[in-house]
């Protein structure tokens, strides 16, 4: 079973344009969100990360939206460059229990044209 | 670059065989966490290792087994490998269970089981 949907599969916007993903998410014990950056052959790398008290997070270019009646969160990069060509996942992780693990997303593989 | 070193980088293997992936944590953390990555997919949760002791599984079968060290390091071990068992199999470190604590992720292994 899913529980993190994301969208959409691949993006392609102009160098300074702004990449909006979306993820959603079923599971209302999750109550840690962070964003992923994986580039080829690389494990991914923490971005950003919010948490459900807080309805946006902003550091430098990138933001995170949070909707927590809606079961919904997104990441915003503003002024998109080349080099943020990436593919990005969004994950969800329980702060309490057995196993804090992350539950990720399929991935977004964004393109940033020169 | 976090400090979670993983090896081998590659790695071929036969249809049936058995296979060992390590994996050193970061400096100061004594949780250890292993995903599989399937090609174009986001990384799937394993298992995860706190202090020695497993503390969580995902839906993997158990011929997938790991262990934990005394300095925090930790092993995959993969039996009787299946063709599906191709991927990057990721581990990431964090400093405890807690939810403040970040996971940061090695570079992977790719496994490639012919």
């Known amino acids: 079973q899913q529980q993190v949907k994301q969208s959409p599969q691949s993006l392609i916007v102009q160098k300074g344009g702004i990449s909006i993903i979306n993820c959603a998410y079923e599971?209302?014990?999750?109550?840690?969100f962070p964003w992923y950056q994986q580039f080829p052959g690389k494990g991914p790398a923490l971005l950003i990360a919010i948490r459900p008290d807080v309805s946006e997070k902003k550091e430098g270019r990138f933001t995170i939206s949070f909707n927590k009646s809606a079961k919904q969160f997104s990441l915003h990069i503003m002024d998109s460059q080349p080099g943020d060509s990436a593919t990005y996942f969004c994950?969800?992780?329980?702060?309490?229990?057995?196993?804090?693990?992350?539950?990720f997303g399929s991935g977004t593989q964004l393109t940033v044209l020169p | 670059e976090t400090g979670v070193t993983q090896s081998p980088t590659h790695l071929i293997k036969t249809r049936g065989q058995q296979v060992t992936l390590r994996c050193s944590s970061q400096s100061g953390h004594n949780t250890v966490s292993w995903y599989q990555q399937a090609l174009g997919q986001g990384p799937q949760f394993i298992f995860q290792y706190y202090r020695e002791e497993e503390n969580g599984r995902g839906n993997f079968p158990p011929r997938f087994s790991g262990l934990q060290f005394p300095n925090y390091s930790s092993e995959l071990n993969v039996n009787a490998l299946e063709l599906d068992d191709s991927a990057l199999y990721l581990c990431?470190?964090?400093?405890?269970?807690?939810?403040?604590?970040?996971?940061?992720f090695g570079p992977g292994t790719r496994l490639t089981v012919t």
């Open positions: 994950a969800a992780r329980r702060s309490s229990g057995s196993a804090r693990q992350l539950t």
């Open positions: 990431a470190s964090s400093a405890g269970l807690g939810g403040t604590y970040e996971q940061y």
């Open positions: 599971n209302t014990a999750f109550d840690y």
